[in-house]
């Protein structure tokens, strides 16, 4: 057959770089059409998406296109399409979508509104780069990209000193993961012979000990790129700050997409996880955890530390952005529980509530004129329905309340845990708990009680454009629980590649109840507790009564437990302290001849040099040759 | 065709000093024509290579046949890719140099006696000149920096790279002249096929091969400026004109590192088993000890200079693991960090003829006063740190897996290396971004006007350049892999010699 149709994967790929490229070369002057242009490649990438979702059955791979062939490293570029893969190209399509629709009721007067266009599709082709990846340099390569483009979308508004700094640190601290994520790759390069995931995965269902003594580390240096992008412990830290761009950026990549790529890469990896768990010598201390240990509690740190963050900011973003650091501890620690099932299914739903909260929080910043303070805001429900209504079905959903999907998805999680480890079961528990409570603190100060600024007073509702993404954004997190996806997805990790006999609609959704139903009432519990400690402390306040009562713990949960400043003095005493010492060096040693002022001053330096410069020469000259031969000496003597 | 390379520019530089000083702008339009026309050669030397491999499009002819001299040139997948970027480079620093007002009749002849010179040494195949015409490349470029030069420092700058090249040059020659001298008095030839093939058949005494290989890794290292021989770098092009910055720093830099693998590995095998874990050792010192003073640099050309520095460290690296990869993934960052540092000083050249001043703190939101400029400039500086799309990401990330498995270098040099690419490249990259491109404009900013029309192309021509091989690096790396591959077989047959054990290092050199 001369075109398959697996081989339209690729149009989804290249249509929003198309998209980029054209609107960079071409369109940069002409708003209007430059956001028509990256609104329609990501629509038609959506189409084809569901197209192959519904014709494409089990599993495929495009043509693929050769990139580099040198001895034992060969890298081509191909896509793979497997129910893993194409149900994230519909979440990323999908809500890309409407986030593209939504972008241009939010920002249409913007100055800048092609670049910002031109960044959203080259951010949505490197995205779906991750997600087609069939190996890994190629799924490192959009990686990334994946920074690069979130650098210029944080960034966006770059005459801000601190979206410069935010978009900067966002990237560096990727970066850190990144160096992880390439030795990781060298790693299972070097032991297994190949980058790409079908012959790897074979490969280790066969021999699973081949990675001999590096299992342990290559899975957790491979883990480190998830720990960038999916800003877990302790690179978390890029993630709040990141919040300094407009805000459908941050619906998109906060909640959607890159931060979903760690755990989609966890989750397209877990082979590697599941070698024989060996460490080599210097970490014999680690005997008895396996890397999957390690990552399960690195998920349940970040979930329950970011929890404790959240409570007591007051940036509507922020608090979000903390809630979604949170979730992403929550199916880290789902694959690291040996369940990647769960932590897709979580990634799926959240994906969809996450994103229309942060599209309502743009909504109402839109409408209280970027005033992003809650305490400032209050009584928007009767002025804002549409936003109020779907903000608060995304809150309950993300609180985990029946029949909502988060429901279904945190319940599966509860249940691993419950199978797997208590100790994080508890843990997870007690972050449901004070999930639910941030976020409905957040809710009545936000939008109830009455107005407590300015801006609130005269707020009123968003034009169509950004409420209808909201709408349908509504429909999935109402509908995403009981529509069969941890069945699809279960088909994915089983091992014949079936998917499970479905459901019908009222076993759906009664489900977690028949299948473990100490988690899922434990898990109700936990939400109804955070959610009567919320009433009681925000029902009818109009100043945080935390502070007052809890003191410096209230304060430390305010300052992010100080890691940035930590941070910032690390990097302080190891980096720009070593970067002075090698500048001195070569300005003074090396550089040798100490003739330069120390303040510069050229002209004493140029009559200097003119007194020095014929014998400087001829001394400079033995120096020189002085210092090869001893180097030549020195290394043959010994 | 490669004859008419070398012969075009140096006829357009003689045309040039002949031209009447009557019509002032002739020197610059024969000189744009003549790059204009090498840029259209290599591009069709280029697509007509065969990538099978081998030498091809050779021209030989008899000049003192006593000494065994030829004119003898030829590419292979080594220098092919080379000289396409060379004459691409060549082509946009004439087309930049613009701003020269002073003397443009000597400038614009010596710039393209440099250019014939550059090409002249990445396409000969004879050892005598391939030193030659690396000579008559140098010359102009000491002449431009102490001429046209700028800064106050230019004195004292020039001084510093002349005696570094000449003195790095020097110990090249005496390497070279010791590698003549071991040919057998009956067949001795200057022409490189044939001595590599005699060294071959009968390899020269491990000890000598040491000295030998000692003497080219430094000379060679110094010309490419190996850490600690490295200071004249930053130094030099921070007082160049923007052209010569380009040329040197983007093309003729890389015949250090083409010397080294064209004769030294092939010929010295034992000296490689040697020296190069020597050289790996050294090129940690420009990884990561010139990546930490590139972040301490206040001026964008100090930056740029140290991080190319720098960036030489990958191509090193590359070469002393001395696996297929590892190699040819040297050369293709060799090309790929010549149409970038090409283009970094480029902008830097238009940034300096706007602002006067090259001082990131006196720089701010160039992004919106000189969009284009500033867009250009951010994608040099991410190119720089290595981000996938451009060749340099490509390159080095086939060093790194060339030098993971290699028995040269030692793991901890790749960590060391991927730390030095991933973090410290980036953390001063973005750290310029930050002070010049973003936050608010800085004092002064209404009169800075941005490059319009004829102005953009040099830089648009080494963007896509850079594009084009970092999408489809294939281009580049089919035709590399042969003529690598039979490099890294010759320089491996030197592990059995080498375990015989090295003679001192002064009896080797009591036998001459």
């Known amino acids: 057959m001369a075109t398959q149709i697996e081989n339209i994967a690729w149009w989804i790929l290249l249509l929003p770089l198309l998209s980029a490229v054209g609107i960079t070369l071409f369109t940069l002057r002409f708003h209007k059409l430059s956001a028509q242009i990256s609104i329609a490649a990501v629509s038609v990438s959506f189409l084809l998406s569901l197209l192959l979702f519904v014709a494409l059955p089990g599993s495929a791979f495009s043509v693929s296109a050769s990139w580099i062939h040198v001895a034992d490293l060969s890298i081509d570029f191909r896509l793979i399409l497997d129910p893993l893969s194409k149900l994230m190209l519909l979440v990323v399509t999908g809500v890309g979508m409407l986030i593209h629709i939504y972008s241009y009721g939010y920002l249409h007067d913007d100055r800048s509104l092609s670049r910002y266009f031109a960044s959203l599709s080259l951010f949505t082709f490197s995205m779906l780069g991750i997600v087609l990846a069939s190996n890994f340099v190629m799924m490192f390569i959009f990686w990334e990209l994946v920074g690069v483009s979130s650098y210029l979308l944080i960034g966006f508004w770059y005459e801000k000193a601190s979206a410069a700094d935010a978009c900067k640190k966002a990237f560096l601290t990727n970066r850190v993961g990144d160096f992880g994520f390439i030795l990781g790759i060298l790693v299972v390069w070097a032991a297994l012979g190949s980058l790409e995931f079908d012959q790897l995965k074979a490969v280790l269902a066969a021999h699973p000990g081949k990675l001999g003594a590096m299992a342990g580390v290559g899975g957790l240096l491979v883990f480190c790129g998830a720990m960038g992008k999916s800003a877990q412990f302790p690179l978390h830290v890029w993630l709040p700050d990141a919040m300094e761009g407009p805000t459908p950026v941050s619906a998109l990549i906060h909640a959607a997409t890159m931060v979903a790529a760690g755990v989609y890469m966890l989750c397209r990896t877990f082979f590697l996880f599941q070698a024989t768990p060996a460490w080599p010598e210097a970490l014999a201390f680690l005997h008895g955890w396996t890397a999957l240990d390690i990552i399960a509690w690195i998920g349940g740190a970040t979930a329950l530390m970011a929890a404790l963050m959240a409570v007591q900011q007051d940036d509507i973003k922020r608090i979000l952005a903390y809630s979604t650091l949170s979730q992403l501890g929550y199916m880290v620690m789902a694959v690291g529980l040996s369940g990647p099932s769960p932590a897709m299914y979580h990634l799926t739903t959240h994906a969809f509530f996450k994103a229309m909260l942060f599209l309502g929080a743009g909504s109402v910043i839109h409408a209280c004129h970027h005033e992003q303070n809650i305490w400032r805001m209050g009584g928007l429900f009767r002025k804002m329905p549409i936003t109020s209504w779907t903000f608060l079905l995304g809150a309950l959903a993300l609180c985990g309340v029946q029949p909502l999907s988060g429901f279904y998805s945190k319940d599966a999680i509860l249940a691993q845990a419950m199978e797997h480890s208590l100790p994080l079961f508890g843990l997870a528990m007690g972050v449901a708990g004070l999930t639910t409570f941030y976020m409905f603190r957040l809710v009545f100060v936000a939008f109830f009680g009455k107005e407590r600024g300015e801006q609130a007073a005269h707020a009123h509702e968003s034009p169509g454009i950004m409420t209808w993404p909201l709408r349908a954004l509504a429909f999935f997190t109402v509908a995403s629980g009981v529509m069969g996806i941890d069945h699809f997805i279960a088909g994915a990790f089983a091992a014949g590649g079936h998917e499970a006999a479905s459901l019908s609609f009222a076993e759906a959704l009664m489900a977690p109840f028949a299948h473990s139903p100490a988690a899922a009432f434990l898990g109700l519990f936990a939400t109804m507790l955070g959610l009567s400690a919320a009433w009681a402390c925000y029902g009818a306040a109009d100043a945080d009564p935390l502070p007052q009562r809890f003191g410096s713990i209230a304060q430390t949960m305010r300052h992010r437990f100080y890691f940035d400043e930590m941070y910032e003095e690390a990097i302080r005493l190891t980096h720009d302290a070593i970067a002075s010492v090698a500048d001195w060096i070569d300005r003074w040693l090396i550089s040798g001849l100490l003739v330069r002022g120390a303040h510069g001053s050229f002209e004493v330096f140029g009559r200097f040099l003119r007194l020095l410069q014929s014998g400087n020469l001829q001394t400079y000259a033995f120096l020189l040759v002085a210092g090869l031969l001893a180097i030549i000496y020195l290394s043959f003597s010994h | ?512």
């Open chain 2, 1 to 512: 065709m490669l004859l008419a390379l070398i012969l075009i520019p140096l006829l357009a530089a003689i045309a040039v000093a002949l031209s009447p000083r009557t019509s002032p702008a002739l020197p610059r339009l024969l000189a744009l024509a003549a790059t204009g026309a090498t840029f259209v050669i290599s591009v069709m030397l280029f697509l007509r290579f065969d990538i099978a491999g081998g030498m091809q499009f050779e021209q030989t002819m008899a000049w003192v046949p006593s000494l065994g001299l030829r004119f003898h040139v030829g590419v292979d997948g080594l220098n092919i890719g080379l000289v396409l970027m060379g004459c691409i480079v060549a082509f946009a620093a004439t087309a930049v140099s613009w701003d020269i007002q002073r003397d443009e009749k000597g400038f614009y002849s010596l710039l393209l006696a440099m250019i014939g010179g550059i090409l002249g040494a990445f396409v000969s195949q004879d050892l005598f000149w391939l030193y030659f015409f690396h000579e008559l490349a140098l010359i102009p470029t000491f002449l431009m920096i102490g001429v046209w030069g700028r800064g106050e420092d230019k004195n004292y700058a020039t001084f510093n790279i002349t005696m570094y090249l000449t003195l790095g040059a020097l110990i090249a020659l005496s390497g070279l002249i010791l590698l003549y001298l071991q040919m057998p008095l009956a067949d001795r030839t200057f022409d490189i096929q044939a001595m590599t093939k005699h060294f071959q058949l009968h390899p020269i005494a491990a000890g000598d091969q040491n000295l030998i290989f000692g003497l080219l890794m430094f000379g060679f290292g110094i010309l490419v400026s190996l850490w600690p021989f490295h200071t004249w770098a930053p130094l030099g092009y921070g007082a160049a004109p923007t052209a010569n910055a380009m040329l040197h720093a983007g093309v003729l830099k890389k015949f250090g590192l083409y010397g080294l693998i064209r004769i030294a590995l092939p010929m010295l095998p034992a000296g490689s088993q040697r020296w190069l874990p020597v050289l790996a050792l050294l090129c940690m010192g420009n990884l990561v000890y010139c990546g930490w003073v590139a972040m301490r640099q206040r001026n964008l050309n100090g930056l740029i200079g140290n991080s190319s520095v720098a960036h030489m460290g990958f191509c090193f690296l590359g070469i002393a693991s001395l696996t297929l990869v590892g190699v040819t993934g040297a050369v293709l960052v060799m090309i790929a960090h010549g149409l970038l540092a090409a283009l970094s000083f480029g902008l830097s050249g238009y940034l300096y003829s706007q602002t006067g001043t090259l001082d990131i703190p006196r720089l701010g939101g160039l992004l919106r006063r000189l969009p284009f400029i500033g867009a250009a400039l951010m994608i040099a500086l991410f190119a720089g740190c290595g981000v996938p799309g451009f060749a340099n990401f490509a390159g080095e990330l086939m060093v790194l897996f060339g030098a993971w498995k290699s028995g040269v270098t030692g793991h901890w040099m790749v960590v060391a290396a991927a730390w030095a690419g991933l973090i410290i490249g980036a953390v001063y990259m973005l750290r310029a971004i930050r002070n010049m491109l973003h936050c608010p404009e800085a004092e002064g900013a209404g009169e800075w006007i941005d490059a319009i029309g004829s102005r953009r192309w040099p830089y648009a021509l080494l963007i896509a350049a850079l594009v084009l091989f970092g999408v489809a690096p294939g281009l580049l790396t089919d035709a590399i892999k042969p003529s690598a591959e039979a490099i890294v077989k010759m320089a491996s047959s030197g592990k059995a010699n080498a375990v015989a054990p090295a003679a001192p290092l002064l009896k080797a050199a009591s036998t001459h």
